[in-house]
Nanobody, 124 residues
Framework: QVQLADSGGGLVQAGGSLRLSCAASGRTSSNYGMGWFRQTPGREREFVAAISRGGGRTAYADSVKGRFTISRDNAKNTVYLQMNSLKPEDTAVYYC?????????????????WGQGTQVTVSS
């Protein structure tokens, strides 16, 4: 069992930056592939970024490539999402997720555990 606590959201102006964090509990949490997804009202949850258990593989949605960076610190059982050059269309609730088999999946169905979400609002 893994519990995820995501944090770091807030209100920022367009062009600004935020860093989201996802702290994972559990001795084996560093073995999990980790992902970030986001959701706005009335829309399905969409993939943002993912990283494999060792950090060697990453994946990004086209809409965030070159602006967002996912990373992990396994010693701290924490995954980060650095978001730069934010746009109003990045406004959403952001969720971190963990996949038991360690891969950097882009599909939400592959993830076994989810955080509670953190709100990101980008003003124009």
């Amino acid at each position: 069992q893994v519990q995820l606590a995501d944090s770091g959201g807030g209100l920022v102006q367009a062009g600004g930056s935020l860093r989201l964090s996802c702290a994972a509990s559990g001795r084996t949490s560093s073995n999990y592939g980790m992902g970030w997804f986001r959701q706005t009202p009335g829309r399905e949850r969409e993939f943002v970024a993912a990283i494999s258990r060792g950090g060697g593989r990453t994946a990004y949605a086209d809409s965030v490539k070159g602006r967002f960076t996912i990373s992990r610190d396994n010693a701290k059982n924490t995954v980060y999402l650095q978001m730069n050059s934010l746009k109003p269309e990045d406004t959403a609730v952001y969720y971190c997720a963990a996949a038991r088999d360690g891969y950097a999946y882009t599909g939400s169905a592959h993830y076994d555990y989810w955080g509670q979400g953190t709100q990101v609002t980008v003003s124009s």
